[in-house]
């Protein structure tokens, strides 16, 4: 009997420190990603005019990064408030924590070097080493071009300087072990051609992070055979719950009714010069898809992403847009 309790505190110890040495392990030998890449990005005229585009409509860097008026239809940005971080995505809409976009602008991020900007974004791990939770969608960054990402950072160089200090992000547990796993070396990719129409929609639409929003989830993961299907819920701001668009081609539930004249008319009814966001009333209809920025892609470009979506596998999901909370 002796032996058997004996046998059984060792193996309870063992187990002890085995989870001990694992916390340790994720807490300072992750994330392992590499150190920063020694990089000056020469800042020319082209680069500053597509990382302008991709970050304001594409994307769209910052729309997190900036202050969203959800007083209005779809949260269109506040004026003066480009980069300055400072968004919460807390517990209340269903974050395992309190996280926080930090400030982009040149007082924010001015004296961090090419290299640690690129391993942010690409990588999610910051200036000092520490993990990015993936509201920041960098596991989706890290497969775009290099020289896409170049011009964003040139881009985000040239953004007026804002002085706004932000809280550090405060994972929950056991969130606060699990996101050092979650960053990951990127792999970066080349763009396509934009006459090779369905890779080159793939490409913009995974620069976009479409799947992260389209896609419902459970515990924070994806759940296999819904992907763009729809469903996603959000709390409003401004009251109600919100949920994503089935973007599949089935043709009851999703977009294999629409034409591409639609799906493109469709956004860029939000970047008409007539276009004035609606004043929204607490707990009415209201949606965190940004509109008024998606709505200034380029017409080829929401295209190529209309050739895309009618190749990816139908899923029947009829989505209630909105409900009061």
């Not at 982009?104 to 004296?111: A, Y």
């Not at 209201?286 to 895309?308: H, Q, R, S």
Request: aromatic letters at 12%.
């Amino acid at each position: 009997m002796k032996k058997t309790i004996k046998i059984i505190k060792w193996t309870f110890l063992t187990i002890i420190l085995g989870i001990i040495g694992m916390l340790l392990f994720v807490s300072f030998v992750l994330p392992n990603v590499g150190e920063p890449e020694y990089l000056k990005i020469d800042r020319t005229k082209e680069r500053l005019e597509r990382g302008k585009y991709l970050a304001n409509s594409v994307s769209v860097c910052m729309d997190c990064h900036s202050t969203r008026d959800w007083s209005k239809f779809s949260g269109p940005l506040t004026p003066g408030t480009l980069g300055k971080g400072g968004e919460i995505f807390n517990q209340k809409f269903g974050f395992p924590g309190e996280f926080y976009s930090r400030n982009i602008t040149p007082s924010g991020i001015g004296d961090w070097t090419d290299g640690e900007v690129l391993r942010a974004i690409s990588s999610g791990v910051n200036k000092n080493g520490k993990s990015l939770f993936p509201v920041m969608q960098y596991v989706h960054f890290g497969k775009m071009d290099r020289e896409d990402l170049y011009s964003i950072i040139v881009y985000l160089r040239t953004l007026d300087p804002i002085v706004n200090s932000v809280p550090d992000s405060k994972p929950d547990f056991p969130m606060n072990f699990i996101i050092n796993t979650i960053p990951q070396k990127a792999e970066f990719s080349h763009k396509p051609s934009e006459k090779d129409v369905v890779n080159y929609g793939a490409y913009l639409f995974n620069a976009a992070s479409c799947t992260e929003c389209h896609t419902q989830q459970e515990k924070g993961a994806k759940i296999e055979g819904m992907e763009l299907a729809g469903g996603f819920q959000f709390i409003m701001p401004s009251g109600g719950i919100a949920r994503s668009a089935n973007i599949t081609p089935d043709k009851e539930t999703g977009i294999g009714k629409w034409t591409e004249q639609m799906f493109v008319d469709r956004f860029k009814s939000f970047a008409d010069s007539t276009y004035v966001p609606t004043k929204i009333v607490n707990g009415n209809f209201n949606t965190v898809m940004p509109w008024t920025m998606y709505g200034t892609m380029k017409e080829d470009d929401l295209k190529a992403i209309y050739a895309y979506l009618k190749k990816v596998k139908p899923i029947k999901n009829s989505v209630i847009k909105f409900s009061e909370q």
